[in-house]
Structure formats: C-alpha cells, structure tokens
C-alpha cells in the first residue's frame, strides 16, 4: 500500500536518496561486496567487509542500517523487489551517496540503474534536491584512466536542485512516459515534483512510496567508516 510519509519522513534522509538496479538483489549483493572488498584492499585496510542476508519487512531492512553514519555510508542495503530491480540503499545520516556505486557498477555489469533524490529539507538545512537519473549500462563503454578501468554509460538525468536559488537541468535523451510540459513551469521546483518522479518510477515497474513492494531477500553490505565518523542510534524523526 502507498505511504508516502515512510519514505519522506518516517526513515528519511536514508529512504529520501535510494537507488535501483536491474538485476536480483542477490547477485547485486555479491557484486557489491566484492567491489568494496576490492577498494578495502586497496587502502591496506585491516578492515574486512562483511555480507549479512536479511529478511522481514522494508522498516525491519531500514533498522538493519542503523547507526547511520555522518561520513559517506558504513553499511549499504540491498533489497528484492516485487519486480526485476533491487533497491540499494546506503545508510548515510545525510543520505549516503546513491550515485557512485550504481553509477561504476551499471557499466561493470552491463545492467542499468537508476537513481532517485527525494530532499526536500531534512536534516534542517540541507539545501532542496529532486533528482531523477537513469544509466544504460547495457551501452557502457570502457575508458581506461590512472585509476583503473571506468565506464561511461547513457544517462538521461532530470534535476531540480537548490543552492542559494532553485535551477533545472535536464541531460540526455528524453524518455517517451516524461511529463516534458511540466519543465517549463513558472516556479522551478514545480518543473520536477516527488509525485513526477514516482509516476516516472512506475513506468519502468517501480512502486517507489509502496513498503510492500520491497519484498524478498535483502543483504547488508558492511564496510570500513572513516576515522572522524559520527554515528547516530536512530533516524532524525524517530520518535
């Protein structure tokens, strides 16, 4: 059943900036802990990530994520869906970061990816982001750089974003279900609303405020937090 407030209050900022991923939760899973493992490694990091299988409900999953951590993600949720995406969701106390590892990964494993950022203020300050990015990586193509292999994937990014002022962007080819009126709207941040991005969503089969629809086996991907990271027992609207 859709219930908007579990996402955009009740776990945010965790549920506010997620990511998808066109594959089975369970070798996405596995693909993410040997990646991490692999970065781990190479810092020279005493540190071991560890893998763990979850089940039960999507809140029983989110409170898997706990500490939350202030300094990029200590622990990353992979979840089944009720369709062929799994939810990837890092546990971020400002909301982690959904780009980086769906954005490597979709060129690695030929699979595409979507990212959805759904801020409106919380934690208090924390500047407006509505972000909608979709990458092909079944059309990735390789480039090797100092760092090792990366890839460049199709990517068709809608962004309505707040820094001082409120600015629209759009990148890449326009997909048929988009509501392209809507981008020409007076109010900028009406060019890009939470309601647009989850009718975006269930176009490609994602039920994006439905709890039920995160069904299925899910996994948590634990890895080595900063030194200078602050970790928080619950999430901010917690009561």
């Known amino acids: 059943m859709r219930n908007s407030e579990f996402f955009l209050r009740r776990y945010a900022p965790v549920t506010t900036q997620m ?6 939760a369970a070798e996405f899973a596995e693909a993410l ?21 979850i089940q039960g409900t999507l809140a029983s999953k989110l409170d898997a994520l706990l500490p939350l951590t202030s300094v990029r993600s200590s622990k990353d949720l992979v979840s089944g869906t009720k369709s062929s995406w799994a939810a990837y969701i890092p546990n971020g106390f400002r909301g982690g970061d959904a780009h980086s590892a769906p954005s490597y990964l979709a060129g690695k494993l030929k699979i595409r990816t979507l990212t959805v950022i759904l801020v409106d203020d ?7 982001s509505v972000q909608f990015v979709l990458r092909d990586g079944r059309r990735a193509t390789e480039k090797v750089t100092r760092h090792g292999i990366m890839y460049e994937c199709p990517t068709r ?14 990148h890449g080819d326009r997909l048929a279900f988009e509501e392209v009126e809507k981008y020409q709207a007076r109010k900028i941040k009406d060019r890009l609303t939470f309601e647009m991005v989850e009718r975006y969503c269930g176009q490609l089969g994602i039920e994006l405020f439905d709890p039920d629809f995160y069904a299925g086996a899910g996994y948590i991907i634990q ?16 009561k």
Do not use: L
């Not at 990511?19 to 089975?24: I, K, L, N, S, T």
């Not at 802990?33 to 299988?53: A, L, N, R």
């Not at 890895?223 to 917690?238: D, G, H, I, L, R």
């Open 19 to 24: 990511a998808f991923v066109e594959m089975p």
């Open 122 to 128: 919380v934690p208090a300050g924390q500047p407006g």
């Open 157 to 170: 990014s809608v962004v309505a974003h707040k820094e001082g002022r409120w600015e629209f962007g759009e």
């Open 33 to 53: 802990f040997v990646w991490k493992d692999e970065i781990t490694k190479m810092w020279e990091s005493s540190w071991q990530v560890k893998k763990q299988f």
């Open 223 to 238: 890895s080595c937090p900063p030194p200078n990271a602050v970790f928080y027992p619950k999430y901010p609207n917690e």
